[in-house]
């Protein structure tokens, strides 16, 4: 007798699905048949519209451009004369300076003897542009030792321009050059500042140019 009730509840079970599937198969309504899925709305990010047009556009070079010996004439050889090697290496710190070779870029030095305490500027005509290198003989003897000085050098807006590409990783800058060389001083800043955007926000950041003593090209965040 305990086990009767069980037994009853189980055998109803039975035939309630029994029946449920007999009013399928005869037409009526299948509650699982009207339960559709609720749509999953897919909302895609607009891609805010980035104005372009006030910047200059380039590819983002693999490296910063530069200038290494090899782009430059021969160098004399140790025989030339004095005024000679040097007039090679002004022209070499011009254009190390510029990071631009310029394949018309003439150097000249007066005569140079190399006694101690002597002075001489020679000049670089570098892209129609004129730019003194002074050195001091400090010493003389088998050996000449000297101090040199390059008082301005030239900043090319598509050097500067590629330097900052790489740096920021953007085809689109902008820097605010009087014209497309413009000089600068070693050891300070450059008489400009840039801009470079971000093509995914639209947002462009400034930036200033830093020269080294020996002419490289930093820029930083202003």
């Known amino acids: 007798m305990l086990n009767s009730p069980r037994t009853h509840r189980v055998a109803l079970g039975v035939v309630a699905a029994g029946s449920a599937l007999a009013l399928a198969a005869c037409g009526g309504p299948d509650p699982q048949a009207d339960a559709t899925p609720e749509a999953t709305e897919v909302v895609e990010e607009e891609t805010p519209e980035v104005d372009t047009a006030d910047f200059n556009q380039g590819p983002i070079p693999d490296a910063a451009p530069e200038v290494t010996e090899e782009d430059l004439p021969a160098e004399p ?20 300076f510029a990071s631009v070779v310029d394949p018309d870029a003439t150097s000249t030095c007066p005569d140079i003897a190399g006694t101690e305490g002597e002075s001489a500027t020679c000049t670089v005509s570098f892209l129609g542009e004129e730019f003194d290198y002074t050195i001091t003989v400090e010493s003389s003897g088998v050996l000449i030792s ?16 590629d ?49 080294s003593m020996y002419g490289a090209f930093t820029f930083f965040v202003v």
């Open 77 to 96: 050889d140790s025989a030339a004369p004095l005024g000679d090697r040097i007039a090679w290496e002004a022209l070499e710190q011009v254009s190390v």
């Open 146 to 161: 000297y101090q040199q000085e390059l008082p301005e050098g030239p900043l090319v807006r598509e050097a500067v321009e």
């Open 163 to 211: 330097t900052l590409r790489v740096q920021a990783e953007t085809e689109y800058v902008l820097c605010d050059m009087e014209a497309d060389l413009v000089r600068g001083e070693p050891d300070t800043d450059a008489p400009f500042t840039c801009l470079a955007l971000d093509e995914t926000t639209g947002e462009a950041d400034e930036y200033t140019l830093s020269i």
